[in-house]
């Protein structure tokens, strides 16, 4: 029924599809928006409305603001029940398909398996290209009107920090302050800079560990700190900066300003998004750059893997598709809505457990970027290709 609807608001489209096809489709979007809707109610339920809800009992967050925030929310839910539902609405529609004996009648035509999953296929690269589109535009965007949505409601009864932390790691060169002689590499981390928040450009509550002269090991503290671009340094205001010699001796200096030789590292670092899923696909690259630029090679590492994952994070629903749809046109197969469910979590478990190792490995520097985000892509589609062969004997 719900096809049939769907073909009346878009007929010039649905009119030069072949009859197939068509029918095809019907039997797929069915339990696709079933599935869609299932997988989001639940994942929504756990991951947003009870947290929620708590909000709105405990620290008086307005109900009409929370239905607001939970709305915002809903793309990155969506992001993640596509795939999902993509694999289950195939493997149901073509198990269904299977049962019922019409693949069998399909077959004796002399239409292949290959041209019988060419819809499924379609609408898992349409599928694709959704997730894709909600992931880099939607999904940053939203989640960042949401939290300021939370923000603005409970800061009416809780306290909220307004800053966030910065943390940056300065690689550079060691000094021998006996000889004057430097040692240059970039991989070497010789300054740690944290601030407490930064607001118009403006660090505040700040400490610097300098590690840089060997033998010595120099503390400073300060208030507030500012980036000069024409100088290219620092200026920290009341503060007190503590030196640690070679003998264990210390020595402790306060001041009203001090003159310190960065660059503006932790400026750039502060306008980076702590996650990299709430980072669009250009923001992903220019934090990269960012990171390359201040000689941070493992964060840029990361980076580079997270990049190579906002495209194949919606591949999963053409991989997805592909095994969905070649399981169930296997002959014979009988599988009801709960079977299909079950066997469905059991696949997503083993794609999304895979993604994670390779991910993992990826970030720590064994794989490639390149290798670790595309790694379960190309097994997950070699594992669909064997099951079509497979279902066409």
């Not at 809505?337 to 079950?342: A, E, I, P, T, V």
């Amino acid at each position: 029924m719900i096809s049939k609807y769907i073909f009346k608001i878009f007929p010039t489209i649905f009119r030069n599809i072949p009859i197939i096809d068509r029918w095809l489709l019907g039997q797929i979007l069915p339990p696709l928006i079933f599935a869609i809707s299932a997988f989001t109610v639940v994942s929504l339920s756990v991951g947003v409305m009870i947290d929620l809800i708590r909000k709105v009992v405990e620290y008086g967050l307005p109900f009409q603001l929370a239905l607001q925030i939970m709305f915002l929310k809903l793309p990155s839910f969506l992001v993640l029940s596509f795939p999902m539902s993509v694999l289950l609405s195939t493997l149901l529609a073509y198990s269904k398909l299977s049962s019922n004996s019409e693949i069998l009648a399909l077959r004796s035509l002399g239409i292949k398996n290959t041209r019988i999953i060419i819809p499924a296929l379609v609408l898992s690269i349409f599928m694709t290209g959704l997730t894709f589109y909600f992931n880099n535009s939607l999904v940053p965007l939203s989640n960042k009107y949401s939290e300021v949505l939370l923000r603005g409601g409970l800061s009416k009864s809780v306290s909220i920090e307004k800053g966030t932390d910065i943390f940056f790691k300065g690689y550079g060169s060691f000094t021998d302050p006996e000889t004057n002689v430097s040692t240059k590499r970039k991989t070497f981390r010789n300054k740690i800079f944290f601030a407490r928040e930064v607001e118009n450009n403006v660090m505040k509550n700040v400490t610097i560990i300098d590690f840089s002269k060997i033998g010595y090991k120099q503390i400073i503290s300060a208030d507030e700190g500012i980036f000069d671009s024409n100088k290219s340094e620092w200026i920290f205001r009341n503060g007190r900066m503590i030196t640690l010699d070679k003998g264990g001796n210390t020595t402790s200096i306060g001041f009203e300003k001090y003159f310190y030789p960065l660059g503006d590292g932790p400026l750039k670092v502060s306008k980076i998004p702590d996650d990299a899923n709430e980072m669009t696909l250009s923001q992903a690259f220019e934090a990269r750059k960012i990171y390359k630029e201040i000689g941070d090679v493992k964060e840029a590492r990361k980076m580079s893997v997270r990049i190579h994952e906002k495209f194949t994070l919606p591949c999963a629903c053409l991989v997805f598709g592909l095994i969905g749809s070649s399981l169930g046109s296997k002959p014979n197969l009988r599988s009801s809505k709960s079977q299909g469910f079950g066997l469905s979590v059991i696949l997503i478990l083993f794609y999304y457990i895979l993604s994670f190792v390779s991910s993992s490995l990826g970030v720590k520097g064994t794989f490639t970027p390149f290798l670790s985000a595309w790694l379960p892509v190309f097994i997950s589609l070699s594992i669909g290709i064997y099951l079509l062969k497979k279902a066409s004997v």
